[in-house]
C-alpha cells in the first residue's frame, strides 16, 4: 500500500513539475508518429504515453495521439491535436513557436 502511495505521489509531482515556467508536452502512444521535441530544449519537454500514463491522458482531456501541448506555469496556452490521420500539422512547430514568442514578450 505504501508503495503505491509513493508511485502515486512521484507520478503527480513529475506531470506538475513540468509544466512549471514554460513547458512543451507531447502525449502519444507507441503506435502514432512522434515529433523531436529538441527543437524546444530550452523550455520543459516531455513525452508521455498513453501505455504509461493513461489517467494523465484522461486529466488532461487528450482525445487525438499525438498531440502536443503549450503550458505556461501549468495553465495551457494551445494544444495542437494530430486529429484522425495520427499525424501533427506540418506547422506544428511554427504554431508552438508563435505562441512562445508571445509569452516571453509577455513576460517583460
Given amino acids: 500500500m ?3 502511495i509513493v508511485i502515486l505521489l512521484v507520478s503527480n509531482f513529475a506531470n506538475a513539475q513540468v509544466k512549471d515556467d514554460i513547458s512543451v508536452v507531447q502525449y502519444t ?3 502514432a ?3 523531436s521535441l529538441d527543437v524546444f530544449n530550452d523550455y520543459n519537454t516531455q513525452t508521455l504515453y498513453i ?3 493513461p489517467k494523465i491522458f484522461k486529466k488532461e ?3 487525438y495521439l499525438p498531440t502536443v501541448c503549450l503550458y505556461s506555469d501549468g495553465e495551457l496556452i494551445v494544444k495542437v ?3 484522425i490521420s495520427l499525424k501533427l500539422p506540418e506547422n506544428c512547430i511554427e504554431i508552438l513557436q508563435e505562441n512562445i ?3 516571453l514578450e509577455q513576460r517583460f
Fill in 101 to 103: 514568442d508571445v509569452l
Fill in 33 to 35: 508518429s512522434e515529433m
Fill in 51 to 53: 501505455e504509461k500514463h
Fill in 81 to 83: 491535436e494530430s486529429g
Fill in 2 to 4: 505504501r508503495l503505491l
Fill in 61 to 63: 482531456n487528450i482525445k
Fill in 29 to 31: 502512444a507507441g503506435f
